[in-house]
């Protein structure tokens, strides 16, 4: 009989004392133990079994679980005798910042504050008798009633590791979950300097300062630059996305999810469930599914977009939606089943974000919507001693998988919904060929959306082609089920081409030229669209689909033209 499903579990004392579906990951144990680094940072998208592991990690050494032989017996960790002397030997401090999404500085400090208010009353026997003193134990009450002020939040850990080292005469073990968690809201909210001051202090105190810690484990989704907050940090082992390091202990692997499938009676879905949720690589292990939505899948015995949809993708939504045209370009790409070529820098500089292209793929390579496909030339970095150059690898990036591709879909539209109607509209008049109400619609469409791609330094009246890109992207996702759209890659800077190929023989091809107003070469938007309208015919742009069958008849030509917020479109059958 198949195990029941606990979804959203990650209570590990919960899912095995109830036997709730479980894969064996136990050997993470092992592996952390036997490595023997002081502090590791272990980096997994989301939704990827790291709060579950830190909930075993927890049961497996802390005292307050001595004896619990229950919950590990038939595990792997559980074969070995040395290490069945070692469950339940240390004390351990367990806390997690998934939960710290605030608007403002103020109001995530206040968080962080009983986070810790909580952990001081769990472990409020340190009060009793005289392992502290009279000043320490006033200000473990001011601790314990969230009454901490920066400064004493900022050195928390570092004193309940005092305490509980004195209180069990051994060195403590932190564990501390989704660590990166108020590093991105405070990037995405605004208030990232205050917040990257307070964590950098905060760390050096809780890990590098800290006489008192024995081993420390953090998890997050992101590898957060030195320089942000570990710059006062003694070197931490970083298992990243691309470290052999752990490949298998976050996440399934396909051999685990089919042998799932055998279990619920699902054999024949194999092909499907790979084709939707297969693609994550950690290090050298392809082929690594997401727990979340696989666990989904057995529960409700049907396909669907579990975990894209498990939070909201703000951070990759507004770095895209905001970004310049070549990243536009690039995502097309990918939205389309391509991939890109990029060299990559795995440590996240989050306020340099808006200038680096290659910090957002590798935000979204981190964050588990990118998955690399494979390298141009070497797969590590090398030195070229005739040139004198340093040579980084270049990585082949693509899309995850059909899940993240639907999710990145329903993102695209989402940048139109507050104006679905006129989007829609402008869609159906360009179907239909109705040019006055494609004015009407594509004018209303400018002057509502302009604004949703500017990133505040780079407003889209002075960069439009952030809002053409943007606009070509909501086409690319529209129409999807009846034209391939393709796009001119070697256009500059004020015109840009589209062209939709119909995947139906009844429907016309089109060809979209857009063409920025310049006042020193044209009278009027008139004359903008006109030259669109002839550029299209000079460069024979035509050509391509006359080439695969389509007759001149069946070609419409476009021309777009802009001025700031204002649009002129003209077309040639």
């Known amino acids: 009989m198949a195990r029941v499903i606990n979804t959203g579990g990650q209570d590990f004392e919960v899912i095995r004392t109830n036997d709730y579906f479980y894969i064996d990951k136990t050997s993470f144990i092992r592996e952390w133990w036997e490595a023997g680094d002081d502090v590791t940072l272990i980096t997994r998208p989301r939704r990827f079994g790291k ?18 032989s229950d919950l590990f017996e038939g595990l792997s960790i559980w074969q070995e005798e ?7 030997t240390y004390p351990v401090v367990f806390l997690s910042f998934a939960n710290v999404k605030d608007s403002s500085f103020a109001s995530a400090r206040k968080k962080i504050g009983r986070i810790f208010a909580a952990l001081y009353t769990k472990c409020d026997f340190l009060l009793e008798g005289d392992c502290l003193s009279r000043g320490e134990k006033e200000q473990y009450e001011m601790g314990k009633n969230g009454q901490l002020d920066e400064v004493d939040l900022e050195l928390a850990l570092n004193q309940l590791s005092d305490y509980l080292c004195r209180y069990y005469g051994k060195k403590v073990i932190i564990l501390l979950d989704e660590y990166d968690t108020p590093m991105q809201e405070a990037y995405v909210k605004g208030y990232w300097e205050e917040m990257s001051g307070f964590m950098r202090s905060l760390f050096n105190a809780a890990f590098k300062t800290n006489p008192y810690l024995y081993r420390a484990l953090m998890t997050g ?24 390091q752990y490949e298998e202990r976050f996440g399934f692997t396909e051999e685990e999810v089919f042998t799932a499938l055998e279990e619920y009676g ?15 690589t950690f290090g050298t292990k392809t082929d690594i599914y ?59 500089v989050y306020d340099q974000m808006n200038d680096d292209e290659q910090a957002v793929w590798s935000l979204l390579l981190a964050s588990g919507y990118l998955k690399v496909a494979g390298f141009e030339g070497k797969n590590e970095m090398s030195y070229d001693w005739e040139k004198g150059v340093l040579l980084k690898p270049v990585y082949k990036l693509a899309l995850t998988n059909l899940e993240v591709r639907q999710m990145f879909q329903s993102m695209v539209k989402g940048w139109f919904r507050e104006i679905r109607s006129n989007y829609s509209q402008f869609i159906k008049a360009l179907l239909m060929g109705d040019e006055e109400a494609m004015n009407d619609y594509m ?5 509502e959306l302009f604004s949703s791609f500017d990133t505040g330094k780079r407003p889209s009246r002075s960069e439009p ?8 992207l909501g086409l690319m996702v529209e129409l999807a089920g009846r034209y391939t759209i393709t796009s001119n890659r070697e256009s500059g800077f004020g015109r840009y081409d589209v062209m939709l190929e119909p995947k139906e023989p009844g429907d016309d091809a089109m060809i979209l030229e857009f063409k920025v107003f310049k006042p020193g070469k044209e009278a009027d938007l008139e004359e903008t669209a006109a030259s669109a309208l002839a550029q299209i015919e000079e460069k024979n742009y035509a050509a391509a ?29």
């Open 443 to 447: 004018n209303a469409v400018a002057e």
């Open 545 to 573: 689909l006359q080439a695969k069958g389509i007759p001149a008849e069946r070609i419409r030509r476009y021309g777009f033209a802009f001025e700031g917020k204002q649009v002129l479109i003209r077309g040639r059958g």
């Open 290 to 348: 997401n727990p979340w939505s696989i666990i989904n899948y057995l529960d409700n015995r049907k396909l669907g977009i579990y975990w894209a949809n498990t939070s909201s993708n703000s951070l990759a939504g507004k770095l895209i939606r905001e970004g310049s045209r070549a990243l536009k370009q690039e995502f097309e790409t990918l939205l389309q089943g391509g991939c890109i070529h990029t060299e990559l820098d795995e440590q996240i």
């Open 266 to 280: 699902l054999p024949e879905k194999k092909e499907e469930v790979k084709t939707w949720y297969d693609g994550f």
């Open 51 to 68: 709060t579950l592991n830190m909930s075993m990690v927890e049961k497996f050494f802390s005292v307050d679980y001595a004896g619990r």
């Open 82 to 88: 040395e290490y069945r002397k070692l469950q339940g």
């Open 221 to 244: 989704i992101t590898r957060v630059s030195r320089e942000s907050i570990f710059s006062d940090f003694n070197n931490p082992k970083i298992i990243t996305t691309t470290s052999v």
């Open 465 to 472: 082609e952030r809002f053409y890109h943007g606009f070509v």
